[in-house]
């Protein structure tokens, strides 16, 4: 079965800094999709980003970009230019795109706090 | 900008009673989901629905849990006899045909059983 570990449990940035939360994986499939998810304390689960793991460049949006490691298994994200709203709780997931009964298998989370 | 509801927002119930959580998934879209996050827990997977029937369940996903799709646009969740252990945060979410598509989540329904 697959698992994802999200071994920072929480994080702190000063405003307009960039931080990186970790997220490594396991898994025998050498294809399938990875995404990061924010919580707001409204508890909304919100798409980030997500990367095919058959993709060799690593996906981009505005200030969010991913590091990853296929190899390593390795999937971590970057926030640039932090926000005061980016203060949430953020979950990396991983899916299989095998058939119909895909899942979304989510890490503990990261708790980020953002300085002004 | 098509989205994901579900309601209510928040059901509180006697433990024994029986729940049912409702989710409007996006219009298109055929893959559905069940989710739970216990407070301060991580997001676990209950079941997934295709076409009209459970396409795999968790070890949580038991006897006392069902899902349907009474029309074209609802996708239920019911509790028979709902437990103390069942309060969490309940998510529905949904994805297009493609296999790369993304799973796009509701709101959620918080469940508090007394």
């Known amino acids: 079965a697959q698992t994802v570990t999200q071994s920072q449990p929480e994080m702190s940035v000063q405003e307009a800094e960039t931080v990186t939360l970790s997220c490594t994986y396991d898994t025998s499939e050498s294809d399938y999709y990875l995404f990061w998810y924010k919580q707001p304390p409204s508890r909304q689960m919100i798409l980030v980003i997500r990367q095919e793991a058959y993709k060799q460049q690593n996906a981009t949006e505005n200030r969010f970009s991913v590091n990853f490691q296929k190899a390593a298994k390795s999937f971590s994200l970057k926030i640039s230019d932090s926000q005061l709203g980016d203060a949430a709780m953020y979950f990396c997931?991983?899916?299989?795109?095998?058939?119909?009964?895909?899942?979304?298998?989510f890490g503990t989370g990261t708790r980020l706090a953002v300085r002004p | 900008e098509p989205e994901v509801t579900q309601t209510p927002s928040h059901q509180v119930t006697q433990m024994g009673q029986e729940v049912i959580l409702r989710c409007v998934p996006i219009s298109n879209h055929l893959y559905f989901y069940w989710y739970r996050q216990i407070l301060g827990q991580k997001v676990e997977f209950l079941v997934s629905?295709?076409?009209?029937?459970?396409?795999?369940k968790s070890e949580i996903f038991d006897d006392q849990f069902s899902v349907e799709r009474p029309d074209g646009s609802n996708f239920t969740l019911k509790i028979r006899s709902t437990k103390l252990e069942d309060s969490a945060m309940y998510f529905c979410?949904?994805?297009?045909?493609?296999?790369?598509?993304?799973?796009?989540f509701g709101p959620g329904t918080r469940l508090t059983v007394l």
């Open positions: 979410a949904s994805r297009g045909e493609s296999p790369g598509d993304t799973q796009y």
């Open positions: 997931a991983y899916r299989s795109p095998r058939g119909s009964g895909d899942k979304l298998t």
């Open positions: 629905f295709y076409n009209n029937e459970i396409s795999e």
